[in-house]
């Protein structure tokens, strides 16, 4: 086993590749010249790139569940779902194509999993069935990913190409609702996060409540 070399040190090296220069650039060789190593090195901790995937995105889900057991729990599972869909777009957000890189990675550290237990625990105590629990939570999850892919995309596309002034002219005069659609998809991100994910909540609410999602 190469001296000095960890999963942990790899990790952070990737991270930081993947800021720098986009996920394209996070490759064994890329890695081994970042640590000092020889790619086989490697190869003692992780096997492929997708293995280097996995263990990014296993550490930023440990980044979220650690933001949320440093807070004081909700009691209900909206409030609580609410803060996970935030502070899983803060962790997404905070690395270049973070949610495209990490979405459908596996996580490989159990006590990562482990750590879902007592918000499990909590929510199926209120009364609601754990397969309806983790339905609402998979789609929170899938509006996170998509949400952040697109904001990720725009942001880092330049304006230019995401101009409302060309968009604008480009439609016409002719077609005023079209031209008011675009103000509204490219109004500020924080609000539109925050009006779709309560727009989620409650549907996902009335769900619950009918007893009509997974059980």
């Given amino acids: 086993m190469a001296k ?7 990790v952070a090296a990737a ?10 650039a996070v490759t064994a060789r890329a ?8 790619a086989p090195a490697l190869y003692w901790h992780v096997r492929s790139k997708q293995e280097i995937l996995d263990e990014m995105g296993t550490e930023i889900h440990r980044r979220v569940m650690v933001a949320m057991a440093e807070r004081s729990p909700a009691g209900d599972w909206r409030t609580d ?12 957000l905070a690395h270049r194509d973070g949610a495209r890189t990490f979405s459908g990675t596996r996580l ?29 939570a998979e789609i929170v999850t899938a509006f996170v990913v998509g949400f952040v892919i697109e904001e990720q995309e725009r942001a880092q596309s330049g304006e230019d190409r995401y101009s ?5 002219r480009a439609v016409g005069p002719d077609a005023p609702l079209v031209v008011e659609a675009g103000r509204v998809q ?10 779709y994910l309560q727009v989620i909540l409650a549907g996902l609410d009335a769900e ?4 009509s999602l997974p059980q």
């Fill in 186 to 195: 490219f109004a500020d991100p924080d609000d539109r996060f925050e009006r």
């Fill in 81 to 92: 779902l609410a803060d996970y869909a935030r502070v899983l777009r803060r962790e997404y």
């Fill in 164 to 168: 409302l002034d060309a968009r604008d």
């Fill in 31 to 38: 890695l081994a010249d970042r640590l000092g190593v020889k």
């Fill in 108 to 136: 490989t550290d159990p006590q990562v999993l482990r750590t879902q237990e007592p918000w499990l625990e909590r929510w199926t105590a209120q009364g609601v069935p754990l397969a309806a629990l983790i339905a609402a």
């Fill in 15 to 24: 991270l930081e590749l993947l800021d720098e220069q986009g996920i394209d």
């Fill in 4 to 10: 000095g070399i960890s999963r942990e040190r790899i």
């Fill in 208 to 211: 619950l409540a009918g007893a």
